[in-house]
């Protein structure tokens, strides 16, 4: 089954951006892959042609770490004539460590990609989408969003971010028949917590608490297709998304401290 459409995804070169990939070109769209590592993402494209030369597949190397790298991938969609009609923000970046300790500069390279980019791509799509009167936005947060972290503070703070923002817009855009879904995956699979520089003696490392991105991504888009505003994915990770409602935020932060810095 293929159709005209386009789905347009970041950090898709691996982890649970490509697993997004597989499954929408498995449902028929053409997509546009994006993510820094230019090779990878050939070797996806490579991988799903293999399966259905009739569909589309184009890629674009960026680092949405950069102020002008989201207006240049629209730029570049707009070039080939590309309507987007599924957008999904899923590029992300953290930091591990006690605030005095972290490097300012890969905390502003964060902040950039996981709040601006993010914001600058869904203002762009969002107009093509209001004039087509059509559209889905997946943004992908985590279950830091909703409490604090320690230690990895300023990264939980930026998926907050993007949970309020997308529940705001979602309310915006509704009216134009364009869905905003804000999607919170707990610990996955991924290469997630080497790029955070999380020590390898640490449980996130331990491959039984961490969930296979295959999965992850499947209710990912399930969600996004059944209009759902905010999701945690799993049901452990939905138990501790919802401790802020049941007690005190120093409580949650307390255990969320004793959950990030507990090794094996």
């Not at 597989?22 to 449902?27: E, M, P, V």
């Not at 892959?33 to 597949?57: F, P």
């Not at 080939?80 to 970046?93: R, T």
């Not at 591990?96 to 300790?101: A, K, S, V």
Request: neutral net charge; hydrophobic residues 40%.
């Amino acid at each position: 089954m293929t159709n005209n459409k386009y789905a347009l995804i970041t950090g898709a070169s691996g982890g649970i951006g490509k697993e997004m990939a597989i499954i929408l070109f498995d449902h028929g769209y053409n997509l546009v892959l994006v993510s820094r590592r230019i090779s990878a993402l050939q070797k996806v494209k490579n991988e799903l042609l293999e399966i259905n030369k009739d569909q589309t597949i184009e890629i674009f190397e960026a680092d949405l770490s950069k102020k002008e790298a989201a207006q240049s991938l629209y730029q570049y969609t707009k070039i080939l004539d590309i309507s987007i009609d599924v957008l999904i923000n899923n590029a992300g970046s953290g930091m591990y460590g006690e605030i005095e300790g972290i490097d300012t500069e890969e905390l502003y390279d964060m902040l950039m990609l996981n709040n601006y980019s993010l914001t600058c791509l869904c203002k762009l799509y969002s107009q093509d989408m209001i004039d087509k009167k059509s559209g889905y936005i997946l943004n992908v947060a985590s279950l830091g969003a909703y409490q604090p972290v320690p230690y990895i503070s300023a990264y939980a703070a930026s998926k907050t971010y993007v949970l309020n923002f997308s529940e705001a817009i979602a309310m915006e855009l509704k009216d134009y028949n364009v869905s905003v879904t804000c999607f919170s995956p707990g610990h996955t699979d991924t290469n997630f917590f080497k790029q955070a520089s999380i020590p390898d003696s640490h449980q996130f490392y331990e491959k039984s608490t961490r969930e296979d991105p295959k999965n992850v991504a499947e209710d990912a888009i399930k969600s996004m297709f059944s209009k759902k505003l905010s999701v945690i994915h799993g049901f452990k990770n939905k138990f501790l998304g919802t401790l802020n409602k049941f007690c005190p935020r120093y409580i949650t932060a307390m255990i969320s401290k004793s959950l990030v810095t507990r090794n094996n």
